[in-house]
């Protein structure tokens, strides 16, 4: 099946838009790796920050803890007090020998609280760190302030075993990693994030903006040279038409008086035959010349589809009855908005190119279908088809297979289809027939 379509003559070009989204995708992908390192160091920041915090935390409980005259086993309330006012302490706990002496908030997985190891489960951080013994006498207390500077070494809680106290009562920390990942720096890169997409996303959408603008402003220049093209073709057509058509015109006469004259011998009427038919195909020729070089803008109004169908076949009868092809119509209730005389002229043009091209006792459909809002027009044939060296050429003027043709019916054709917004395709397979079809004509 070969197909030729009035806009797509060429090979196909790769689209203009390839550029700015391969670029997009590029861009996006530097993106994606920056956001990935930037959240993995997020991740490993924030979880060294958990861990100094805890450090921290761990002097400031065991302080706290000596300071009761019970020791270990009156810091509840240390802990529940603690817990309430840090929001992402989601659960405190304090054991020794493996007995649970204290806990506040939410409970604390038991295969975590035998490690000092950190642990990350879903969105919990486990800390485990070792307090001090408790000694008969409690410690003096620390001049404060009690935590070191921020960046100070610390003292490590791990190291508070000893010969003395081989099994000192050990805190563990649940953080909630979603709060403290989106502090300060996370909160950032969020922002800087947001900005690298929608400046892609700016740029990319400028950049195909700037390609369609000049492609409009490109098909407008096209446009313009083909419409001052198509001017000046309109005045050499008037000009051609004027100084041709009076010649023609006395010729076709000279030759008809020759052909009436009595007694005149058959040479010569044969001769004069010859003239007049000339004359008919060149006026014929010339006419289409001129309407395809002045071809006026549609005047859109509603057109049945039915009733233009039902006309176009009392007009095609006699054709259809002497090529012997039958003419099979169908057409939904639909109301086109196009000009109708041109509408007809085309389907003309068309139905008589495929009488011609049938052979006898075949069927030529003429179909109107609905799809969607708009309305698709096909007019398929069983003829010989288009030679297929024909058919990528085959709406330019003066391409024809015809003996008897000159080239300028379908182009006519492409001009009004184009005039009235819509596409035309031609499909055909040579001696399996032709189909041609016009979409999308607008409904009301």
């Given at each position: ?198 400046a892609i996303a700016a740029i990319t959408l400028a950049w195909a903006l700037g390609i369609r603008q000049r492609r409009a402003l490109a098909l407008l220049a096209v446009e313009r040279t083909q419409r ?217």
């Amino acid at each position: 099946m070969l197909t030729a379509h009035p806009r797509a003559m060429t090979l196909r070009q790769p689209s203009p838009y390839l550029a700015p989204l391969l670029a997009a995708a590029v861009l996006t992908a530097l993106v994606a790796a920056w956001a990935w390192s930037e959240v993995t160091t997020l991740q490993t920041s924030s979880a060294e920050r958990a861990r100094r915090f805890s450090d921290h935390l761990t002097l400031f409980i065991d302080v706290l803890i000596h300071q009761h005259p019970g020791g270990i086993e009156q810091p509840q309330h240390v802990l529940e007090d603690l817990q309430r006012h840090a929001p992402h302490i989601t659960g405190l706990r304090i054991t020794r020998r493996g007995r649970t002496t204290a806990a506040a908030g939410e409970p604390i997985p038991d295969d975590i609280l035998p490690a000092l190891d950190d642990a990350t489960r879903h969105d919990r951080l486990y800390l485990t760190r070792d307090l001090r013994c408790t000694p008969a006498d409690p410690p003096p207390i620390p001049p404060k302030p009690w935590f070191p500077p921020p960046g100070s070494p610390l003292p490590t809680p791990a190291s508070t075993a000893s010969p003395s106290c081989p099994d000192p009562p050990r805190l563990t920390f649940a953080m909630d990693t979603a709060v403290t990942w989106t502090q300060g720096r996370a909160l950032s890169f969020l922002n800087k994030l947001a900005l690298a997409l929608l400046a892609i996303a700016a740029i990319t959408l400028a950049w195909a903006l700037g390609i369609r603008q000049r492609r409009a402003l490109a098909l407008l220049a096209v446009e313009r040279t083909q419409r001052a093209h198509l001017e000046e073709l309109s005045f050499a057509a008037a000009g051609l038409a004027h100084e041709t058509k009076n010649p023609l015109g006395l010729i076709r006469g000279f030759a008809q008086r020759i052909e009436d004259t009595p007694r005149a011998d058959p040479e010569t009427l044969r001769l004069a035959s010859q003239i007049i038919d000339a004359a008919d195909r060149a006026a014929e020729r010339l006419g289409e010349f001129l309407h395809f070089a002045r071809l006026r803008d549609p005047h859109l109004q509603p057109t049945p589809a039915r009733a233009l169908l039902d006309d176009l076949a009392q007009i095609l009868r006699v054709d259809a009855d002497a090529a012997q092809v039958r003419l099979d119509l169908h057409a939904e209730d639909l109301t086109l908005l196009a000009d109708p005389d041109m509408l007809r002229q085309v389907l003309l043009n068309l139905v008589l190119n495929s009488l011609e091209a049938s052979p006898p006792h075949t069927t030529l459909t003429l179909r109107v279908t609905a799809e969607g809002r708009a309305a698709r027009l096909e007019v398929i044939d069983q003829g010989r088809g288009i030679a297929p060296h024909l058919l990528p050429d085959v709406f330019k003027p003066y391409v024809t297979d015809s003996p008897r043709g000159h080239g300028l019916g379908l182009a006519i054709v492409r001009r009004i289809v184009e005039r009235h917004g819509w596409t035309i395709t031609l499909q055909s397979e040579p001696q399996h027939g032709t189909r041609v079809t016009l979409y999308p004509i607008t409904t009301l």
